[in-house]
């Protein structure tokens, strides 16, 4: 049951479903009054990500008059939340000039990933129209690997001179611009080399005419631009980070990665180690084609076929030879295959989560697989001997 809350956003109860199915049947129900002014009263005093939800499930005609009532920022987070397939199909909807004012309420590391997954043309286009200096840094966010620190960092952040004081740094914070959170201010010498960083803590309870220098942290830790994302992300939590600084080969600070960012980071991955696990990969999504498709699944499915292929040998070897042994064996057929498939996928989770968190990181790959293999063995081994105990209960039953 829906409960307006104090603030005019509406609170939900403990089901999600329900939540959804709620959200949903009366967006429809204004929708289907053709009354726009209640819809976008209706639609103000909701989240962004329960709007974007709900977008997801709506035909195009529905999206497009919901885009129409909603304001400029609220339309930006929700074409930034919406997944992938939705966003392609409001990309078509949207004219451009309204993208371009989509583009222009989001944040340039947002605008850089909503940018990316525009045709060139269209792209080039978009960041012709918007203010130069906010297209020069995007274009640049757009020049790193979209699974790099370089291409998930915000390139806005707060940096004073090793040579200020307190106070000077406080006054750029005021001056500062930034609708984020910020943790700390990065202090940088005279060249733009990093230093380290100085905590708001600090910053707030030390004399106003304390050197900056005085304060710095030179244990810093921070990432290289061209770090890995599931690196950085590991880099996050062993360490317990909110905030780090992004820095380019000379050691310049470029940008910051936050939290935030991090855990979007984390949900990709984790969605990427599934479809791996599950012998397939995220491209199949992205690709209409069954053909494509079938393709990525049989090179995973191939090796088992090849397994499969060795145990009909064995079966047809003993078909002529030994009639009784070719019978047992055929008992047993859906138990290897079974064990077989489970074993892989034990394997294939162990492996891919372990080299996803870390945890195998410092073993070479030779090892790890030197490692599974052996355990393989012992597997393989344990459950011959148990086979074999069963055949020659059943054969001595006969």
């Given at each position: 049951m829906?409960?307006?809350a104090e603030a005019g956003i509406v609170v939900w109860g403990n089901s999600m479903p329900d939540k959804k199915k709620q959200l949903l049947h009366h967006i429809e129900s204004l929708l289907g009054a053709d009354d726009s002014l209640a819809l976008t009263q209706f639609l103000n005093e909701q989240r962004s990500s329960d709007i974007a939800e709900v977008v997801e499930l709506l035909d195009n005609e529905q999206r497009r008059t919901i885009f129409d009532v909603l304001d400029k920022p609220i339309a930006a987070e929700v074409l930034e939340k919406v997944d992938e397939a939705t966003r392609a199909a409001l990309f078509e909807l949207l004219e451009d000039k309204e993208l371009k004012g989509v583009v222009s309420e989001l944040d340039l590391d947002d605008a850089a990933d909503l940018l990316a997954e525009l045709p060139a043309e269209e792209r080039q286009q978009l960041l012709q129209s918007i203010a130069p200096a906010d297209s020069a840094r995007i274009k640049k966010l757009m020049s790193y690997s979209e699974d790099s620190a370089g291409g998930i960092m915000d390139p806005v952040v707060i940096s004073v001179p090793e040579d200020a004081?307190?106070?000077?740094?406080?006054?750029?914070i005021r001056a500062a611009e930034i609708d984020e959170d910020f943790f700390s201010v990065y202090v940088v010498d005279k060249t733009g080399r990093f230093l380290g960083d100085v905590r708001i803590r600090l910053l707030l309870t030390g004399p106003e005419d304390t050197k900056i220098s005085t304060l710095i942290d030179p244990d810093t830790i921070y990432v290289t631009a061209d770090a890995d994302q599931e690196e950085v992300?590991?880099?996050f939590s062993k360490n317990d980070l909110i905030v780090a600084?992004?820095?380019?080969?000379?050691?310049k600070l470029i940008g910051r990665i936050t939290a935030d960012r991090i855990?979007?980071?984390?949900e990709e991955e984790a969605a990427e180690d599934l479809y791996t696990m599950a012998g397939t990969d995220a491209d199949e999504l992205d690709k209409v084609s069954v053909f494509h498709a079938a393709r990525v699944r049989m090179t995973w499915l191939l090796?088992?076929?090849?397994?499969?292929?060795?145990t009909a040998l064995v079966l047809m070897y003993f078909e002529h030879n030994d009639p009784l042994i070719y019978v047992v064996a055929v008992a047993f057929v859906p138990m290897i295959a079974a064990i077989s498939g489970n074993a892989g996928l034990q394997t294939s989770t162990i492996v891919v989560s372990g080299l996803a968190t870390g945890h195998l990181i410092a073993l070479k790959?030779?090892?790890?697989f030197t490692r599974e293999a052996r355990i393989a063995f012992l597997i393989a081994l344990s459950c011959g001997i148990l086979g074999?105990?069963?055949?020659?209960v059943l054969l001595n039953s006969k």
């Open positions: 829906l409960v307006p004081t307190v106070a000077e740094a406080v006054s750029k992300r590991n880099i600084p992004v820095l380019d080969r000379n050691h855990i979007e980071v984390a090796p088992c076929l090849i397994g499969t292929g060795v790959l030779g090892q790890v074999a105990l069963a055949c020659a």
